[in-house]
């Protein structure tokens, strides 16, 4: 048997095409993504390896904005919010929390043995920096774990201001979720000095789901030394020993890391990461505008207040007597994949992520869609 798949082998041939996937995560991953993984394996502690981590450094600094180490390890983003906790909060920390996400940055810290106070807010908003400083001259705490893109709620969080705000309090680490924004929202790792931002692959980075990428800052190095139980998969120092020799700290998944640099080498070509932000820019302007037009009329309207809306993810109250669920079932006998809504918001939302290789022209097509199965 022919060892690469052929083109009329039964899965490509039921392949819809690309561009009609809006899951706010897994995102749909570019044919000329996917076709790269297909490549023999490499010894993971030979030249090769070096090579292929090399190629990573830069590119992935650019979108991050960053000078550090980019970590990327072989685990889900979950994995990589353990290693936040784990070895940035030494007893107690503020988690945010304004939907499953923020929610699921607390439960890790509990069930990691430290104290956590929650800030909550409801869902679709977000902590504003006056209720972020009056909680932290309220509490002492070690670090504040935030989501900067709800990927439930569809919320975007002010990410630069409440940075500058946990950086008015002395050694406090700013923990960070990133996962719906590395790569489509600009985080401006080092001038906002956050301590710990992580990514999964399977989102803005548009990759197939099973890698994840952090950066540490120095004080977080710092602080995780002072932390004997950091454990040994997930252990930030071990990410950093590793990488500064281009080295994996374990086996990784090699074929996402092709997928990796196939990826880089398109976000490269085609503008760049500035490029790709102005792109999910414009995809948040365009479901507004449908929101503000035919969208309204029908009565759908977006669940977070202008200003504090993702880029990646749109989160929309569906019309009265309509149901999350049902829009969604109906998009996808008509091809189209969208998200309904997320734990209690299944049936009032639907959630569309417009991250990764999507384009503008593509989501309005969508929205016209959503415009038939709604009326
Ligand atoms: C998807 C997601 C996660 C968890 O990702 P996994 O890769 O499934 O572990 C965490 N935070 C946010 C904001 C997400 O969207």
């Known amino acids: 048997m022919d060892s690469r798949p052929s083109p009329d082998t039964k899965a490509e ?14 995102t749909e991953v570019h044919p000329d993504v996917l076709a790269a993984m297909i490549r023999p394996m490499i010894p993971h502690r030979g030249q090769d390896m070096v090579e292929l981590m090399q190629g990573f450094e ?35 920390a503020l988690s945010l929390v304004g939907g499953a996400f923020g929610e699921r940055f607390a439960a890790i810290v509990a069930s990691a043995g430290r104290d956590v106070v929650r800030l909550e807010v409801a869902k679709g908003r977000t902590v504003e920096p006056d209720m972020l400083r009056d909680a932290l001259k309220r509490t002492h705490v070690d670090a504040v774990t935030l989501v900067h893109s709800e990927t439930s709620t569809g919320a975007l969080a002010p990410l630069g201001e409440l940075a500058s705000v946990v950086h008015e309090f002395d050694n406090v680490l700013l923990l960070v979720d990133a996962v719906t924004s590395v790569g489509g929202i600009p985080v401006e ?3 906002w000095k956050l301590d710990f931002t992580l990514t999964g692959s399977q989102k803005a980075m548009a990759l197939p789901p099973g890698l994840a990428m952090a950066v540490a800052s120095a004080r977080m190095l710092e602080i995780a030394k002072g932390i004997p139980e950091r454990g040994a998969y997930l252990d930030v120092l ?61 009565g759908f309207s977006f669940l977070p207040p202008d200003g504090r809306r993702s880029w990646t993810v749109s989160c929309l109250n569906v019309p009265d007597g309509a149901n999350g669920r049902d829009l969604a079932r109906d998009m996808k006998q008509r091809g189209w994949t969208i998200g309904s809504g997320y734990g209690d918001l299944k049936r009032s939302t639907i959630r569309i992520g417009h991250m990764g290789d999507h384009t503008p022209e593509g989501l309005r097509e969508l929205l016209a869609t959503l415009e038939e199965v709604a009326r």
């Open 189 to 191: 790792t080092d001038a």
């Open 58 to 92: 830069a590119p992935l600094r650019r979108i991050w904005c960053t000078e550090r180490r980019v970590f990327i390890g072989t685990c889900s983003a979950t994995g990589f919010m353990e290693m936040a906790v784990r070895c940035g909060v030494k007893q107690r």
């Open 13 to 26: 041939m039921t392949t819809p095409e690309f561009g009609r996937f809006y899951l706010p995560g897994p």
């Open 238 to 298: 071990a990410f950093d020993r590793a990488a500064a020799n281009y080295q994996p700290t374990n086996t990784p998944a090699l074929p996402l890391l092709y997928a990796l640099a196939a990826q880089l080498a398109r976000i490269d070509a085609t503008g760049g990461p500035e490029a790709r932000w102005r792109r999910h820019e414009e995809m948040r302007r365009v479901v507004e505008a449908w929101v503000k037009g035919r969208g309204g009329e029908l």
